[in-house]
């Protein structure tokens, strides 16, 4: 147990607000260590600090509890969640629709009309971890933020990333088409923006 749990602890076992002093002698560490830890929990809102009547001059000392929330420290496992969701559309006749439908939601909130279309469209696969680099109308992905469910359920993965584009162009009215090759020669998918769709076509199918 890491100190930060330990103070989460010492503050819920407490019978009412701690004050620094108490938790420090209660995780037997240094006042000044246990107020930068202090401050941390403060900041996730698990704990909050109430000022004490003062007892002489100077500033009232402080007393700290804990709230009744989740810790959002700690490690995520999105990678386990994602592989679930796509085996359970990969069992959907209709699931590669429904991901690609997913995708261009999120594309649509992720795009920024106000600037360039390309341009917008690397920006938000870059902050998607998709690393890319881009020729023209090519977009080499050098990266998958979801390699494991990608290679175990491409049509799922695959049709939400390509969703997803689709999604960032029809936000700057680009009636050009997303398409996706995934692991070309093993070691990154190619998307190419274009040509335009046909009028009355859907962004994603």
Same mark, same amino acid.
């Given at each position: 147990?890491d100190?930060?749990e330990e103070?989460?602890?010492?503050?819920?076992?407490?019978?009412?607000?701690?004050?620094l002093a108490?938790?420090?002698?209660a995780?037997?560490?240094?006042?000044?260590t246990?107020?930068f830890h202090?401050?941390?929990l403060?900041d996730?809102?698990?704990?909050?600090a109430?000022?004490l009547?003062?007892?002489?001059?100077?500033?009232?000392?402080?007393?700290?509890?804990a /709230?009744?929330?989740?810790?959002?420290a700690? @490690?995520?496992?999105?990678g +386990?969640?994602? $592989?679930? =969701?796509? &085996?359970?559309? %990969?069992?959907?006749?209709?699931?590669a629709?429904?991901a690609a439908?997913?995708?261009h939601?999120?594309g649509?909130v992720?795009?920024d009309?106000?600037?360039?279309?390309?341009?917008?469209?690397?920006?938000?696969?870059?902050g998607?971890g998709?690393?890319?680099?881009?020729t023209?109308?090519?977009?080499?992905?050098q990266r998958?933020?979801?390699?494991?469910?990608? /290679?175990e359920h491409p049509?799922i993965t695959? @049709?939400?990333h390509?969703? +997803?584009?689709? $999604?960032? =162009?029809? &936000?700057?009215? %680009?009636?050009?088409?997303?398409?996706?090759?995934?692991?070309?020669?093993?070691d990154?998918?190619?998307a190419t923006?274009?040509?335009?769709?046909?009028?009355?076509a859907?962004?994603?199918?």
């Open positions: 147990m100190l930060r103070l989460l602890s010492a503050l819920r076992a407490g019978d009412g607000p701690q004050t108490r938790l420090a002698q995780v037997q560490r240094p006042p000044t246990v107020r202090l401050a941390g403060l996730d809102g698990l704990a909050e109430t000022p009547p003062p007892a002489g001059p100077g500033r009232p000392q402080l007393a700290y509890s /709230r009744a929330c989740m810790d959002p700690g @490690s995520r496992e999105f +386990l969640l994602a $592989g679930a =969701l796509a &085996a359970a559309l %990969d069992a959907d006749p209709d699931g629709a429904k439908r997913s995708g939601r999120l649509t992720q795009a009309p106000c600037t360039g279309t390309m341009e917008d469209l690397l920006s938000v696969l870059t998607m998709f690393s890319p680099t881009a023209g109308s090519r977009i080499r992905l998958c933020p979801f390699l494991e469910a990608a /290679r049509a695959c @049709s939400v390509r969703g +997803l584009m689709q $999604g960032v =162009l029809d &936000a700057h009215g %680009d009636r050009r088409r997303a398409d996706l090759d995934p692991f070309v020669d093993g990154h998918c190619l923006i274009g040509p335009p769709r046909s009028a009355g859907p962004a994603v199918r």
